[in-house]
């Protein structure tokens, strides 16, 4: 089956530093990936989309300058958090499509836990 | 505004069944997702459902009306390890995935 894998699973920074996420499709290309954010008992929230090759397309409200997307292959996609802070603390989650039609499902990956202190 | 119902939380015995149901309201539709996710883990796809009617896997089915806007997941044969948040997602007019709160389904032995 299509395995999404991301790194690191747990990161702890201080307030200020930036922390790097990274998210791969193991088995399967992917063309699109997402990224997304859940804060304690409650869903997903979509930050942002992001195709290889070109620029993520963010969600409103998310800040694209604080969350540095890069697609840079069908396999990798990473999550630059820069200047920390405890309010950026949470559990973010990537999921990738094995192919490009849209209604294809979306794997997820075993998710990063990032607190900030 | 697009919103996607589910109960906060819904509890169940072993070996029982369960039926988690799912109301939606979106700009177009292009399917619905049906998702578990155990605390602390990503989300495991569970189904997906694009016509109305019954999709059955195993001890898990999803059922759809799309005149309705309406979802259940059926449980059967209930396990602890199914002790998990079930989240319910709908895929809209845009192919963007809006996603319900989760229904945290507690079993009890």
């Known amino acids: 089956g299509a395995v999404v894998s991301q790194h690191p699973s747990w990161v702890i920074c201080k307030s200020g530093t930036s922390v790097k996420i990274e998210c791969r499709s193991l088995?399967?290309?992917?063309?699109?990936m997402f990224w997304y954010r859940q804060f304690p008992k409650q869903s997903l929230m979509l930050m942002a989309t992001?195709?290889?090759?070109?620029?993520?397309?963010?969600e409103q409200g998310v800040e694209k300058d604080k969350f540095l997307i890069n697609h840079a292959s069908l396999t990798l996609s990473t999550l630059t958090v820069t200047s920390a802070h405890p309010e950026d603390s949470s559990f973010y989650i990537c999921s990738a499509k094995t192919s490009g039609r849209a209604t294809d499902t979306q794997y997820f990956g075993p998710g990063t836990r990032l607190t900030v202190l | 505004g697009q919103n996607i119902d589910q109960p906060t939380e819904m509890t169940a015995t072993e070996g029982a069944i369960v039926q988690i149901n799912c109301t939606y309201q979106?700009?177009?539709?292009?399917?619905l997702f049906w998702y578990q996710q155990h605390a602390g883990e990503a989300p495991t796809f569970l189904s997906y459902?694009?016509l109305d009617g019954l999709e059955e896997k195993g001890r898990f089915s999803s059922f759809l009306s799309r005149s309705k806007g309406y979802s259940y997941l059926l449980l059967k044969e209930l396990q602890m390890k199914d002790s998990a948040s079930y989240l319910c997602?709908?895929?809209?007019?845009?192919?963007?995935?809006?996603w319900g709160a989760g229904t945290k389904l507690i079993i009890k032995p």
């Open positions: 997602a709908v895929m809209d007019s845009n192919y963007q995935l809006i």
């Open positions: 979106t700009s177009g539709f292009n399917g």
């Open positions: 088995d399967f290309q992917a063309t699109t």
């Open positions: 459902n694009v």
């Open positions: 992001s195709n290889e090759g070109s620029k993520a397309t963010y």
